[in-house]
């Protein structure tokens, strides 16, 4: 029964209970299921199991020896597993539970379960420990799917690595075995076409310590993607599939012929980009250590709950690049005696380039130089009389203009309003004199000027 609703939230995971049957039982007539069952409900998920393997429970669930998806059903607080073809006699039956298991509330269980019975088989004993690793990046694959295919009957038993690319795979049947390691990228827990895979045949006695560099497997000859010029004096041929990372090329084995005419332009070499760069390339310049987030990561955040079936990412940070082998490239920098010419036309001919798998064949690509671009005429000249900039001069102190700016803040006076015009009142006339008896005075004439008298001649 479920608690009654209004008490307190449940933050804890579900926890396994118990496993039927028991480990290393032998049970000759065995017809039952597999059961898990969990101390609470837990849940089915967003997708349906119909036997697809598409299901989230069915993506928990890896069932050996079978290539065939199992019947996964949900019973409340319990999973039950069983073959499609039904249990066969005289076998070792090995039935793992990933991580990823939730309840209700979505606590998901970081642990998984592992249950090994017979049919009537010895018990098993041996196991194989190594690590997966992805020769594209030469670092280990997380999650990567391990099969072991037992001799003669190819009876495949399947596991899973780690986050750090490692795997534990057992306990199985004594016996020889075709180890496989594959990048499963669709996460369907199967051996599929055109995956990334690496294969050991072990013998007895070769069970730890096993490396498996998983490639993509091509049985046709490589062929040229693309050839791109890098600068006047190189340029790179790209490949559409991986190269056999020990295949060295004399220069011999490359005809570079100028068209129309197809006049032939010496070579000096042909390498690897990794190996071209490491004998041509500049020094790196030493990356800005202020520049870098020195903020450290919140490790108190609880991360959101995944959904059932999820399987846990890898924590790439830690990975890293190994060096038993090579590193793998698709891409070989093609350097000339000469000059390429702009405006040309290059036509590439390489003679027996191997890819990782070994298949070889000729190739032919063609490099076109682009023209220079022309002048633009018509932007402006440098203004040649124009005085540079004093380079020695200090610069203003802007902090501390900004903080005299904050502490004393400028204040422009306002301006006096202008002053009313005051009306001025008109002077009174001065009245005219008057005369003693009271007449008016005579006006007063101008006093005529004498004449000059003139000398007689």
Do not use: C
């Not at 037992?150 to 180890?179: C, H, I, N, Q, T």
């Not at 000096?268 to 450290?296: E, F, Q, V």
């Amino acid at each position: 029964m479920e608690p009654p609703p209004g008490g307190p939230i449940d933050t804890e995971a579900p926890q396994l209970a118990s496993v039927s049957p028991d480990t290393f039982a032998v049970l000759p007539d065995f017809d039952d299921d597999v059961e898990f069952v969990f101390n609470e409900v837990i849940s089915e998920g967003g997708s349906p199991n119909t036997g697809q393997g598409t299901g989230d429970l069915e993506k928990l669930v890896i069932l050996s020896p079978t290539t065939e998806f199992p019947r996964v059903r949900w019973r409340r607080n319990r999973i039950t597993v069983q073959p499609k073809e039904g249990w066969q006699r005289d076998r070792v039956y090995r039935v793992q539970l990933l991580p990823g298991v939730t309840d209700l509330q979505r606590n998901r269980l970081n642990q998984g379960a592992l249950l090994t019975f017979t049919t009537g088989a010895p018990r098993p004993t041996r196991t194989f420990q190594g690590t997966v690793v992805d020769w594209t990046t030469a670092r280990p694959a997380p999650a990567a799917l391990v099969v072991a295919l037992k001799m003669p009957d190819s009876l495949p038993y399947r596991g899973l690595a780690d986050s750090s690319g490692r795997f534990d795979l057992g306990p199985l049947p004594d016996g020889e075995y075709v180890l496989k390691g594959v990048l499963d990228e669709n996460r369907n827990n199967l051996d599929d076409p055109r995956e990334a895979f690496d294969s050991v045949l072990t013998k007895a006695g070769r069970d730890s310590a096993l490396e498996l560099w998983a490639f993509v497997h091509d049985t046709a000859p490589p062929r040229i993607r693309t050839v791109s010029p890098v600068d006047s004096a190189s340029a790179t041929v790209e490949f559409a599939q991986m190269l056999d990372p020990r295949q060295r090329f004399q220069p011999s084995a490359v005809r570079l012929s100028l068209m129309p005419d197809s006049s032939v332009v010496k070579v000096i070499s042909l390498l690897p980009k990794a190996m071209d760069d490491s004998l041509h390339a500049k020094a790196p310049t030493k990356p800005d250590s202020a520049a870098a987030d020195t903020t450290a990561r919140d490790t108190t955040r609880r991360q959101p709950p995944g959904a059932p079936g999820a399987r846990p990412g890898p924590r790439r940070a830690e990975l890293v690049a190994l060096t038993g082998r090579p590193p793998l490239t698709d891409q070989l920098v093609l350097r000339p005696a000469t000059f390429f010419r702009p405006g040309t036309r290059y036509t590439v001919e390489i003679k027996g380039v191997r890819n990782v798998t070994g298949v070889a064949g000729d190739v032919v690509g063609t490099l076109v130089i682009p023209e220079k671009p022309p002048a633009d005429t018509l932007a402006l000249p440098a203004d040649s009389l124009r005085k540079p900039a004093d380079s020695l001069k200090k610069p203003a102190d802007s902090a501390r203009a900004k903080a005299d700016s904050a502490v004393k803040p400028s204040v422009r006076p306002a301006k006096p309003a202008p002053a009313k015009p005051v009306p001025t009142k008109p002077a009174p006339a001065k009245p005219s004199p008057v005369a003693p008896s009271g007449r008016k005075p005579q006006p007063t004439l101008p006093t005529p000027a004498k004449p000059t008298p003139t000398t007689p001649q």
